[in-house]
């Protein structure tokens, strides 16, 4: 079983800037794999934030479309959120996830996830 390891999160005020990143322990983790970022508060269920393909498709929640951005190094086991103009309902455990698929027309759901990281928080706050 693939290890993903968040990095990045942390307090920020809000209209400030993260960058998460999610580093793979084996080569090549994303090579055929989408890589996703979920987030998740309190008494609610994991949510979809980001996806990038291997194909070079990327899909975005509506909630942060024009915020965030997700990418992947050329090495293909290390992925990264960039998260600008930050909110206060943007906090949450962010959580970074391998795809068992190739591609997806929609946004990939928890039950499309094959590896999960362990999540890093992030809290918007002043």
């Known amino acids: 079983q693939v290890q993903l390891v968040e990095s990045g999160g942390g307090l920020v005020r809000p209209g400030g800037s993260l960058r998460l990143s999610c580093a793979s322990s084996?080569?090549?983790?994303?090579?055929?794999?989408?890589v996703a970022w979920f987030r998740q508060t309190p008494g609610m269920e994991r949510e979809f934030v980001a996806v990038s393909w291997p194909g070079g498709d990327v899909n975005y929640d509506e909630s942060v479309k024009g915020r965030f951005t997700i990418s992947r190094d050329g090495t293909w086991d290390t992925a990264y959120l960039q998260m600008n103009s930050l909110k206060p309902e943007d906090t949450a455990v962010y959580y970074c996830a391998r795809s068992k698929y190739s591609y997806q027309s929609t946004a990939p759901a928890a039950g499309d996830i094959e590896d999960w990281g362990q999540g890093t928080r992030v809290t918007v706050s002043s």
């Open positions: 084996e080569h090549d983790t994303f090579v055929n794999n989408g």
